[in-house]
């Protein structure tokens, strides 16, 4: 049983490594947020889910060691091109693989040297997986790491199942919608992503 805490030793208490992000915006919006536990992005389709994660991974991977688990899609041509759009190049420190079994990422990416951040697209897939091994037990399995998981919709919140109990664990979600991130997080008042300046506009009209 651990001991309680005195308010000078809840002050004491060695701060976690935090997520450094390299765009100023980002930063804001995200706040100081710790390298750990997990975060989701969730949003219906066509409404710009893959863009924005694979924007907000290229700036996180200038300073993280960054894996992208494309299991729903894969890398066909049109993953591909997303890429190619959010900008991302060869000097960007991404790894992208395909679908792999929940025990495959924890052998593979529980190792200190591994990467510190693992973004995981999508849940739909791994909703099985995670009824059988746990959401919780899958992110104790990887301690030191942010899980970054990318969920779908429906009826304003995340699916399935899994995607809203990852929600109420998360510390940061994003909710995607109109080509637009809106940006929920402990660590500040939170905030937008514009993906497309001219889709979004078009979108939200003068709702935003």
């Not at 998981?149 to 919608?177: G, I, M, T």
């Amino acid at each position: 049983m651990t001991r309680a805490m005195t308010v000078k030793n809840l002050y004491d208490k060695k701060v976690k490594r935090l997520v450094k992000f390299t765009d100023p915006h980002l930063a804001e919006i995200f706040g100081n947020a710790e390298l750990s536990g997990c975060w989701e992005f969730y949003g219906i389709e066509k409404n710009g889910k893959t863009w924005c994660i694979l924007q907000v991974a290229k700036d996180l991977s200038y300073n993280h060691k960054t894996v992208f688990i494309s299991a729903e899609e894969g890398t066909d041509l049109s993953f591909i091109e997303a890429v190619k759009r959010a900008g991302i190049n060869p000097s960007h420190k991404i790894l992208f693989e395909e679908y792999l079994p929940i025990e495959a990422i924890i052998e593979k990416y529980n190792k200190r040297n591994a990467a510190e951040i693992l973004i995981i697209d999508n849940l739909t897939m791994y909703s099985d997986e995670m009824k059988q091994f746990g959401l919780i037990n899958f992110l104790e399995a990887l301690p030191g790491k942010l899980i970054i998981f990318v969920a779908h919709e429906e009826r304003r919140e995340p699916y399935p199942a899994v995607a809203k109990l990852a929600k109420k664990l998360a510390k940061v979600y994003v909710h995607v919608s109109g080509l637009s991130g809106f940006v929920v997080s402990r660590f500040s008042k939170g905030g937008e992503i514009v993906i497309d300046e001219e889709g979004s506009a078009l979108y939200w009209g003068d709702a935003r």
